[in-house]
């Protein structure tokens, strides 16, 4: 059973830059053919996929988003984190980070990941 946790700061303020940690148990983020992504819901909105880490480091992200998203890893913690640069109020969200057994971009069907974290809550603070 694989499990992800997403912690981090869950107030930022305009123009500063988010960054959540996903922890991942149950399985190696360096696993092969493993992909792990994270996404967002805005309040009434649908869920938004921001971006993936495969399993070999290389990095895919949502081309609206791309400009200010960064994710990377930490392998030693089987770790991968997510920042978002130039906040806004727009940016507020449900953040979840998700597991899938093949890569994929783009996807924001809940059904095509096999796993999930809970979910953090981010809010622009100003």
């Known amino acids: 059973q694989v499990q992800l946790q997403e912690s981090g700061s869950g107030l930022v303020k305009s123009s500063q830059t988010l960054s959540l940690i996903c922890t991942v148990s149950?399985?190696?983020?360096?696993?092969?053919?493993?992909?792990w992504s994270w996404l967002r819901q805005p309040p009434g909105k649908g869920l938004e996929w921001m971006g993936v880490?495969?399993?070999?480091?290389?990095?895919y992200y949502n081309s609206s988003l791309k400009s200010r998203t960064s994710i990377s890893r930490d392998t030693s913690k089987n770790q991968f984190f997510l920042q978002l640069s130039s906040v806004t109020p727009e940016d507020t969200a449900v953040y979840y980070c998700?597991?899938?057994?093949?890569?994929?971009?783009?996807?924001?069907?809940?059904?095509?990941?096999?796993?999930w974290g809970q979910g953090t809550q981010v809010t622009d603070s100003s």
């Open positions: 998700a597991y899938a057994d093949s890569l994929r971009t783009g996807v924001t069907d809940r059904e095509e990941y096999d796993y």
């Open positions: 149950g399985d190696s983020i360096t696993t092969s053919h493993l992909a």
């Open positions: 880490l495969a399993y070999d480091g290389s990095t």
